[in-house]
Every structure is written in structure tokens, then in C-alpha cells.
């Protein structure tokens, strides 16, 4: 992909529902580029549309108007086949409460994008080994969730996000299940990953995560209501 390249672009893009007779238009025809090497928030209250975008953008779910590219795909015409190898291969996924699974070792849980991917089992040992060490946790591969902190467990989810090297990491709320001094560690990892080029775009509704991306998206009853470029993103730091 050329540097600076749209990694999403967004046309006229919605998504509606039928409810009790009525038409819920839970994203309204918003239209917005992201580029490579950006560090995006999407902001806004329970109902704004943040999280119909998220869907729409990590490609688990499908616009009922407009247009979605994702790194010069077009997404909107392709089958659920397709759209579940672009989510495998071309977006990582972080989520609030981490989705790991407790009856296997960290090193196991990164593992398994690979194992969809039908990776060989010395290349995924290699490559998931190298995602905790990337996450800082190299040392706690075999370690079960149960005896890993909140931080961790997010940090091995972080891992198991890049193990198949996306062009896009999608973070829903990544630090809501956290205190704040973890939750600083884990915006200084998403600023470290995106200092190495990686496109990043977290949904959150809190002010304090989004001082630390360079541009927030603002939404609000299903609309695009704010574009603003952060000049001076707020630097987290690592304990």
C-alpha cells in the first residue's frame, strides 16, 4: 500500500434498521478518510453510532447505503466467506474484556488467528512468540489468563490482534475493564505500535483516551459531527 494511502474510506456510509414499524438510521451517510499511520478516535454517547461503525469498518456487518473501502476493497459486495478472511487477515481486533480463552496459555490464545489462517505449526509458535515479546510479555507465554492482571490479559489480546500482521487494528473500548495507571500502559503500547506505522482507531466514549490519538471523529445520533486533528496528542506513559 503507498504511504498514506486511504487504509478506510468511508462514502455516504449507513446503516439502517426496521423496529417497530419505524426506520432507525443508526449511522446516517457519513463520509471520512483514514490513512496509514493514523491514530483515530471515534467518540460519542451510547446511541451515537460509534459502535454501527465499528461493525461496518471491521467488516462484521454490511452497509445498507453507501460505500466502505478497506485499503482499496470495496467491502459492500463481498460474500461472508470473504468479508471473514479480510477480518483474519487485514484487521485486529482488541476488545474490552480481552475474549480470551481460560483453559489456554497466552502463547495459545495469539496462536489462534493462525490456526484459521492454516499456518504451520512451527511458524505459528515463531510468530506468536514474537507478538508477546512485541506486547512485552514474551516471558508469560505459557502462563494461563487466570494468572495474568487485567493489563496483561489485554496485552496478550493485543498480541493475538497483530499475530497476523493487519494493515488496521480496531480497538473497542480497550480500556474500560482497566484502572487508569493500566489503562495508561495500554495507550502508550497503542502509541508505540502506531509510532511503527500501524494504523490504529479506538472507540471510546472517554475524553482522556481520545486526547491521546491525533484525530477524533465525533458522532452523534448517527451523523458525523466533528473531524478534528489533535496537533498535540497527549503522550501516555509506561510504568
Known amino acids: 500500500?503507498?504511504?498514506?494511502?486511504?487504509?478506510?474510506?468511508?462514502?455516504?456510509?449507513?446503516?439502517?434498521?426496521?423496529?417497530?414499524?419505524?426506520l432507525v438510521r443508526a449511522l446516517d451517510g457519513v463520509s471520512f478518510t483514514i490513512r496509514e499511520g493514523e491514530f483515530?478516535?471515534?467518540?460519542?454517547?451510547?446511541?451515537?453510532?460509534?459502535?454501527?461503525l465499528m461493525?461496518?469498518?471491521g467488516c462484521l456487518d454490511s452497509p445498507t447505503m453507501g460505500s466502505y473501502r478497506l485499503a482499496g476493497t470495496?467491502?459492500?459486495?463481498l460474500d461472508r466467506d470473504q468479508l471473514a478472511a479480510i477480518r483474519n487477515r487485514r484487521i485486529g481486533f482488541v476488545f474490552q474484556q480481552f475474549n480470551l480463552l481460560p483453559r489456554t496459555t497466552a502463547q495459545e490464545n495469539v496462536e489462534l488467528p493462525l490456526?484459521?489462517?492454516v499456518v504451520r505449526r512451527a511458524e505459528r509458535h515463531r510468530r506468536a512468540a514474537e507478538a508477546l515479546a512485541q506486547v512485552g510479555l514474551g516471558e508469560r507465554a505459557h502462563h494461563h489468563p487466570a494468572q495474568l492482571s487485567g493489563g496483561q490479559q489485554q496485552r496478550v489480546a493485543i498480541a493475538r490482534a497483530l499475530v497476523n500482521r493487519p494493515i488496521l487494528l480496531l480497538a473497542d473500548?480497550?480500556?474500560?475493564?482497566?484502572?487508569?495507571?493500566?489503562?495508561?500502559?495500554?495507550?502508550?503500547?497503542f502509541q508505540s505500535?502506531?509510532?511503527q506505522g500501524l494504523t490504529i482507531v479506538v472507540v471510546t466514549h472517554e475524553e482522556g483516551v481520545a486526547d491521546h490519538a491525533g484525530r477524533v471523529l465525533q458522532f452523534h445520533d448517527g451523523k458525523l459531527v466533528a473531524d478534528r486533528t489533535n496537533p498535540h496528542p497527549r503522550q501516555a506513559v509506561a510504568a
Open 40 to 52: 483515530v478516535a471515534v467518540m460519542g454517547p451510547s446511541g451515537s453510532g460509534k459502535s454501527t
Open 193 to 195: 505500535l502506531n509510532r
Open 74 to 77: 470495496d467491502v459492500a459486495g
Open 115 to 117: 490456526i484459521y489462517s
Open 1 to 22: 500500500m503507498p504511504e498514506g494511502a486511504g487504509v478506510i474510506e468511508a462514502d455516504g456510509l449507513g446503516r439502517h434498521y426496521e423496529m417497530g414499524g419505524h
Open 173 to 189: 473500548e480497550p480500556t474500560g475493564a482497566l484502572d487508569s495507571r493500566t489503562s495508561e500502559e495500554i495507550l502508550a503500547l
Open 55 to 57: 461493525n461496518l469498518i
